[in-house]
C-alpha cells in the first residue's frame, strides 16, 4: 500500500511538473523547485521577521512586480515591447477607486476589484484590437502605447475641479483621488479587509498563483506560437497561424496582469494620482525586465523587488537627493545590462550554469573512457 501510495505520489509531482516546465522557462529541474520553495517560505516568513511598515513597503513591491510580469510576458515572448503597460494598470486603479468609493460596502469593493480588472483588461484589448489589425509593428507599437500613457497623463492631471467627478469619487487633478478603499473580501456591509500582514499574504499568494499560471501558459501549445511569433512573424503566418489575433490576445493578457497590480497599488496606499501615467513610471517595468531578463519572469520579479527595494532605501536614506540618486542608479544599471548582459541577469545566469554543468559533465565522461580503456 505504501509503495503505491509513493507511486501514486511521483505521478501527480511528475504530471505536474511537466506541465510547469517546458523551453520557454527558465527553471526545469529539482534543484530550482527546491530552491524556489526555500524563497517562497521565506517570503511567507518574512512578515514575522520584520516591523510592520517594511511589510507595507514589501506589500507594494509585490504590487509592482505584476507590472513587470506583464511586460515580460508580452516583450519577451511574443516580442511587443510597450511603454504603456502603466496605461492599464491606472485605469484600473482609478477604476478601482471611482466604483469602490461609490459602492462603500464589502460586496462594492469586490464588484470594485472585478470591475477595475475588466477595464484594464477590455482597454488592452481595444488598444491592440487597432494596433495589430490596423498594422502597427515593431518600434510604432511602442511609441503608440507610450503616447497613450502621456495622454491619460495629460488628461487625469487637468481634473482637478469639482466638476471632475463620478459620482461620489473626485479624480482629484493632479493632487490625486483620495479615499480609495482597501481591497476587502465579503458581502454586504461587512468583510475582511485586507491590511498590512493580511494584504502582503494576498499579494504573495495571487503573485505565486500567477508566475505558476504563466509558466504552464507559456509551456503550453499557445506559448510555442507566441515565441514563433516573436521569433518570426512572417514565417509563423506561412504556417497558417492569425499573427494579428496571438498578438491581440498576448496583450490583452498582459493588460489584465497589469489590471491587477493597479487594483492592489491603488488599495495599497488607498490613494491614486496621475504619476502612474507619467514616462518616469512607464520607464520602470522596462528597467526591470531588462534587468532581470526579458524571458525569465522569475527574474522579472527579482529585479523589480530588488530596484525598488532601493529606491526606497535611497529616497528614505537621503531624502530628495536620495531620489535623485536612484533614477541615476536605475539609469546606470540599465544602460550596464545592455551593454555587457543583454539577455538579463537570470538569462545569462542561467546560460553560465549549463556551460558549467556541460563542463563537468564532459570532463566526466573524458576520466570515465580513460579508466575504461585498455593499457
Known amino acids: 500500500m505504501t509503495d503505491r501510495l509513493d507511486a501514486g505520489t511521483v505521478s501527480v509531482v511528475g504530471r505536474l511538473r511537466s506541465r510547469l516546465e517546458g523551453p520557454n522557462t527558465i527553471g526545469n529541474s529539482t534543484t530550482f523547485w527546491v530552491g524556489f520553495a526555500v524563497a517562497v517560505a521565506a517570503l511567507a516568513a518574512y512578515p514575522l ?23 515580460c510576458f508580452i516583450w519577451g515572448y511574443a516580442g511587443v515591447l510597450s511603454f504603456g503597460q502603466v496605461a492599464f494598470f491606472g485605469v484600473a486603479a482609478y477604476a478601482f477607486g471611482v466604483i469602490g468609493i461609490n459602492l462603500s460596502s464589502a460586496t462594492g469593493v469586490v464588484v470594485a476589484t472585478v470591475g477595475a480588472v475588466i477595464a484594464g483588461t477590455l482597454s488592452a484589448a481595444l488598444l491592440g484590437y487597432f494596433m495589430f489589425y490596423g498594422g502597427v509593428r515593431d518600434t510604432y507599437v511602442t511609441i503608440m502605447t507610450l503616447v497613450v500613457a502621456l495622454v491619460l497623463n495629460t488628461f487625469m492631471a487637468q481634473t482637478a475641479g469639482s466638476e471632475w467627478a463620478v459620482g461620489e469619487a473626485q ?19 461587512s468583510g475582511l479587509v485586507l491590511e498590512g500582514t493580511g494584504f502582503y499574504y494576498a499579494l504573495l499568494f495571487t503573485l505565486l498563483a500567477t508566475y505558476l499560471g504563466l509558466r504552464v501558459l507559456l509551456n503550453s501549445s499557445f506559448g510555442m506560437t507566441m515565441v514563433a511569433v516573436r521569433e518570426d512573424e512572417a514565417r509563423t503566418a506561412t504556417f497558417g497561424y492569425n499573427v494579428p489575433f496571438v498578438k491581440l490576445v498576448v496583450f490583452t493578457i498582459g493588460g489584465a496582469l497589469a ?8 488599495s495599497w496606499g488607498n ?4 504619476s502612474v501615467f507619467g514616462i518616469a513610471f512607464a520607464a520602470l517595468p522596462v528597467v526591470w525586465v531588462s534587468v532581470g531578463g526579458r524571458e525569465s519572469l522569475l527574474g522579472a520579479i527579482g529585479a523589480t523587488l530588488a530596484i525598488e527595494r532601493m529606491r526606497t532605501g ?9 531620489s535623485e540618486w536612484a533614477l541615476v ?15 538579463g541577469a537570470v538569462p545569462t545566469l542561467d546560460g553560465l550554469a549549463d ?21
Do not use: H
Open 49 to 71: 521577521a520584520t516591523d510592520p511598515y517594511t511589510v507595507i513597503q514589501s506589500s507594494r513591491y509585490l504590487a509592482l512586480s505584476f507590472l513587470a510580469l506583464s511586460l
Open 171 to 189: 479624480l482629484g487633478g493632479f493632487n490625486g483621488m483620495t479615499g480609495v478603499p482597501s481591497l476587502t473580501l465579503g458581502l454586504g456591509e
Open 259 to 266: 489590471a491587477v497590480g493597479g487594483v492592489f497599488y491603488a
Open 271 to 274: 490613494y491614486i494620482d496621475p
Open 314 to 322: 535611497l529616497s528614505s536614506g537621503i531624502g530628495p537627493i536620495g
Open 329 to 343: 542608479i536605475v539609469g546606470g544599471l540599465l544602460l550596464g545590462v545592455i551593454l555587457y548582459l543583454p539577455a
Open 355 to 375: 556551460e558549467l554543468r556541460a563542463r563537468r559533465t564532459e570532463r566526466s565522461q573524458s576520466t570515465t573512457a580513460a579508466e575504461e580503456s585498455p593499457e
